[in-house]
């Protein structure tokens, strides 16, 4: 019997986690999980799971050292376009959106002309304000980007929103939905053919659970 078997990058930590490894157990897959560990074996498939960082995914992806990632489609966009797009997978729903302090006065997306705006999606956030004929100077920072206007550091934002209740705390208003997004499957372009067979049978059993969940 063959000994190949298809290396799987999940988030290491955060809200894809749970949910990530939550559909691998009901398509049937169990995973042997030393909590500390970074790298875990199925028992029942031939998979091996690698716990990597969100941003990271794609470049891993892209140099085929992983072959499949469960991932934001955020993240693809942001980072990943030449990575091929599998199945939506239903969870971790989210939106990429821009906001204000409250207390501005916001009545179109002009109000962001020339202003600062502090994010860690600038291609995602670039893309946008050209298509609408804006410029504004990006503040590339990674994470707890909703503090940069009460900071001084930033007009607005652009991040995830999902419950909205990290911009409500931080006193900030969702002003532009830029994308919405949610888990999905994707794919290296580098796989190759024999691990591709055992994509398949994933595939078919993601599928599966995601038709009993509907
Ligand atoms: C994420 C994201 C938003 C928040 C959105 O941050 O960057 O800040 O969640 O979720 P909500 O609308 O339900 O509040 P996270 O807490 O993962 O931390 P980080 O920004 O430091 O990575
Ligand atoms: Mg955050």
Do not use: W
Not at 49 to 68: A, T
Not at 120 to 146: C, D, M, R, W
Not at 160 to 183: Q, R, Y
């Amino acid at each position: 019997m063959s000994q190949e078997k298809l290396r799987i990058a999940i988030q290491k930590s955060g809200r894809l986690n749970e949910d990530s490894l939550k559909i691998l157990k009901d398509a049937g897959i169990s995973i042997d999980n030393g909590k500390e560990q970074l790298k875990a074996s199925s028992r029942n498939f031939p998979l091996e799971v690698m716990y990597l960082r969100n941003g990271d995914i794609p470049q891993y992806l892209r140099d085929g050292v992983v072959d499949v990632a469960i991932i934001g489609e955020n993240v693809l966009i942001e980072k990943g376009k030449d990575i091929i797009q599998g199945e939506k997978l239903g969870f971790s729903k989210c939106r990429v959106s821009l906001a204000v302090p409250k207390s501005m006065k916001y009545n179109d997306i002009n109000d962001l002309d020339g202003k600062k705006i502090a994010t860690s999606y600038p291609n995602t956030v670039n893309e946008f304000l050209e298509k609408k004929g804006i410029t504004a100077e990006l503040h590339i920072i990674n994470g707890s980007v909703e503090i940069a206007p009460n900071i001084g550091l930033a007009d607005g934002i652009c991040d995830i929103v999902s419950s909205g209740s990290t911009l409500f705390k931080n006193g900030l208003k969702e002003v532009e939905v830029m994308l919405k997004s949610e888990a999905v499957l994707a794919i290296s372009p580098k796989i190759s053919e024999a691990r591709q067979e055992i994509l398949e049978k994933l595939q078919f059993r993601l599928k599966s659970v995601l038709n009993a969940r509907t």
